[in-house]
Nanobody, 121 residues
């Protein structure tokens, strides 16, 4: 059994900062890529940032220069540092990880439960 728990969301004023965290736990043998997605009200879920097991990162154009994804492999965790937040960043943020369990020969995607970010004055 594998579980991803996301935290760190909340209400913040425009221009403010937040750090989202997501920790994976359970029978984890290894974790490959980890990502953050977001889903705004009435819209589809979209990829925001991605980090490989070696630390290579990708950020969407809408957040580049403001958000930074990072990970701590020892803690099976991924983070999203969000600066200069805008009202259009308001969404539920989901973490995703490709995880290989013990006694498994392949990686499977797992999702966290989502954490709400509201940017408003």
């Amino acid at each position: 059994q594998v579980q991803l728990v996301a935290s760190g969301g909340g209400l913040v004023q425009p221009g403010g900062s937040l750090r989202l965290s997501c920790e994976a736990s359970g029978s984890i043998r290894s974790i490959n890529a980890m990502s953050w997605y977001r889903q705004a009200p009435g819209k589809v879920r979209v990829l925001v940032a991605h980090i490989t097991s070696y630390g290579s990162t990708w950020h969407s154009d809408s957040v580049k220069g403001r958000f930074t994804i990072s990970r701590d492999n020892a803690k099976n965790s991924v983070y999203l540092h969000m600066n200069s937040l805008k009202p259009e960043d308001t969404a539920v943020y989901f973490c995703n990880a490709d995880i290989r369990q013990y006694f498994s020969g392949s990686y499977s995607p797992y999702w966290g439960q989502g954490t709400q970010v509201i940017v408003s004055s």
